[in-house]
């Protein structure tokens, strides 16, 4: 049976995802995501993973309870998918590789792809920004990212490091390590350069990163938002 | 033919692509996805340990193979290359693979520990918790939660230093804490574990739960083992009265607690507070209980209760200007010095026990000696 294809379209500030399902098949997106969609396809709010699979995800890892199964019973059909955030959207084809994804990137996937939960070690989990639980990407299929900004990739040869500020982080690819650490030497210098945390990564591997920093963003606008009384 | 299994290959150029595996009788046979084949030998293979909680295992054929690695995941791969492989590569991957099996062990008690604490938070109304003084939280907070929270404040504060793991000064300081640890009585089940950071600064603070963090200028200070464990014996109080944890709330508010354990909140302020629980100032009562339950636990031990009033005279006499931190968080020190040598004389040792630690050995062990 054919697959269901993406292809992303309006590319600019405000792309969206074109996805062509064909009969019998489907998809499943982030909730919210559903833009317009040709009338034979269906929609369901799943939680994926059963009640506790999604009280763990909402709880631990600020994902949106219910995910999106869109899906084409008798006929194809066309959905369009739209992120929240303004930036760019990404296809990923995973096959064998396996991708850690920050919270808020995920906007689709063919049913191939396997979402799970993975606890982090403490350290990471705290100060990593992502909470205790990242989500594991793993199967094979087409996955679709929404990232805050522009995306940029960096492949990291074998030994090789680098260093990303937690909230540009979008996906990196589980081959790579990586430790949490204080941006500057000490502490006040740390915080005081507005960077407080990094995630230190060791190749070999991908990491995909947003060129804009929702957490700064949300900061700047509450500052420009009039304040009641 | 040999087992075949599903592996990642990095081409020498960059960039990852799934490739078949097949393990041929004397060498490695890879098969990239729309590429040509690599055989490598298996004695001229070479390997490192790396990617995700260090679960991968990462293969070369040097130096012909340059910056191409074959990434194995899969256990059975792993255990079957590991037999085909000696020497270094062997060690490595059956090494990977007991690492595998402990990691996966601690993540299922980690896990069940983790979500229960969050479920037993989340479940206890944490509508009514942000908004509640922290003395409920303190007391609703199960001991996971505290755990967690005590494990984060360690961790944060270890950040950036050098742990001493290893040598006469981590051990003598890590049989101290198992002296005082045995002698606890109503132990509501903290685990009392210790490290020894390399610093200057002659302080020690127990975090919630049972972790107890000593800098290295504490033992330099020190003119006995018996001086360090009366320190540790005050501390260790705090933590059974739940001082640190009280201070911690109090300083955070219940709801950043609670946001710390959800993963969220303004972590750079919760990190910022919690690395300073060295720094906490407690109030008078919470450190005369500390002094005279601390005595206790000292005689208790087997050990000399005027050893802590000695210590902290000792520190006195040589601080002219400045106090140490440990003193000076610590209000009113010569009031207390008096009735810590009132407290010793009143608490007669039934059993004394000296610790058998060569202090000079781990004095001169220090850095910076």
């Known amino acids: ?229 | 033919m040999g087992d075949s299994f599903q592996a990642v290959w990095f081409a020498a150029a960059g960039g990852s692509r799934p490739c078949r595996v097949e393990l041929g009788a004397g060498s490695l046979v890879i098969e990239p996805a729309g590429d040509a084949a690599v055989r490598w030998p298996y004695p001229a293979l070479a390997s490192e340990i790396g990617g995700d909680d260090r679960e991968w295992a990462f293969l070369s054929c040097p130096p012909a193979s340059g910056n191409a690695r074959l990434a194995l995941h899969d256990p059975a791969a792993i255990l079957a290359l590991a037999a085909r492989t000696s020497g270094h590569v062997h060690d490595d991957l059956t090494g990977l693979d007991a690492a595998r099996r402990r990691h996966a062990a601690r993540h299922r008690r980690g896990l069940t520990t983790g979500l229960f604490a969050v479920a037993a938070v989340a479940v206890g109304g944490w509508f009514l918790l942000t908004r509640a003084a922290p003395e409920i939280v303190v007391a609703m907070l199960p001991p996971a939660g505290e755990k967690l929270l005590g494990e984060a404040a360690l961790a944060q504060m270890l950040l950036g230093e050098t742990a001493i793991e290893a040598g006469p000064a981590a051990e003598a300081v890590r049989a101290i804490v198992a002296r005082l640890a045995a002698a606890v009585t109503d132990n509501p089940g903290y685990e009392f574990d210790v490290r020894l950071v390399e610093s200057a600064a002659v302080n020690a603070a127990a975090l919630p739960g049972g972790k107890i963090i000593v800098f290295s200028g504490l033992l330099a200070e020190a003119g006995s083992p018996a001086e360090v464990a009366g320190v540790l014996a005050h501390e260790i109080q705090h933590v059974l009265h739940r001082d640190a944890l009280r201070g911690l709330v109090g300083r955070l508010g219940g709801s950043a607690v609670i946001a710390l354990m959800l993963g969220g909140g303004d972590l750079a302020r919760i990190a910022g507070q919690a690395g300073e629980l060295d720094q906490l100032a407690y109030g008078r009562d919470q450190e005369r209980a500390a002094d005279r339950d601390g005595v206790l636990l000292l005689a208790r031990a087997g050990l000399p209760p005027a050893a802590l009033p000695a210590f902290f005279e000792r520190l006195q006499a040589q601080e002219a200007g400045g106090l140490p931190e440990f003193l000076s968080t610590h209000p009113d020190t010569a009031a207390r010095i008096v009735e810590l040598h009132r407290l010793s004389a009143a608490t007669p040792v039934a059993d004394p026990r000296p610790l058998a630690i060569d202090w000079e050995a781990v004095r001169a062990s220090l850095p910076g000696h």
């Open chain 1, 1 to 229: 049976m054919e697959d269901v294809t993406f292809e992303i379209v309006e590319a600019g500030d405000a792309p969206v995802v074109r996805a062509r399902i064909p009969a019998g098949g489907s998809l499943f997106a982030d909730a919210g995501a559903m833009m317009t969609m040709t009338p034979n396809l269906t929609v369901e709010s799943s939680l994926r993973g059963g009640v506790v699979g999604a009280l763990s995800r909402s709880l631990l890892r600020g994902e949106t309870f219910f995910y999106l199964t869109i899906s084409a019973p008798q006929s194809a059909g066309e959905a369009l998918l739209a992120p929240s955030t303004i930036g760019g959207i990404e296809m990923l084809e995973l096959a064998g590789t396996e991708y850690f994804l920050q919270k808020g990137s995920f906007l689709a996937a063919q049913h191939s792809v396997q979402l799970t939960t993975k606890s982090q070690n403490l350290t990471k989990g705290l100060f990593s920004g992502e909470g205790f639980f990242v989500t594991r990407v793993s199967g094979s299929g087409t996955l679709v990212l929404n990232t805050f900004g522009a995306l940029m990739t960096f492949d990291l040869a074998p030994g090789q490091e680098y260093v990303v500020d937690n909230f540009h982080l979008v996906a990196w690819e589980s081959t790579i390590s990586y430790k949490i650490t204080k941006a500057a030497a000490g502490w006040i210098s740390s915080f005081a350069s507005g960077e407080g945390f990094v995630c230190r990564f060791t190749g070999p591997g991908r990491i995909y990163v947003q060129t804009r920093n929702p957490a700064a963003f949300a900061g700047w606008l509450s500052r420009h938002l009039p304040s009641k009384g």
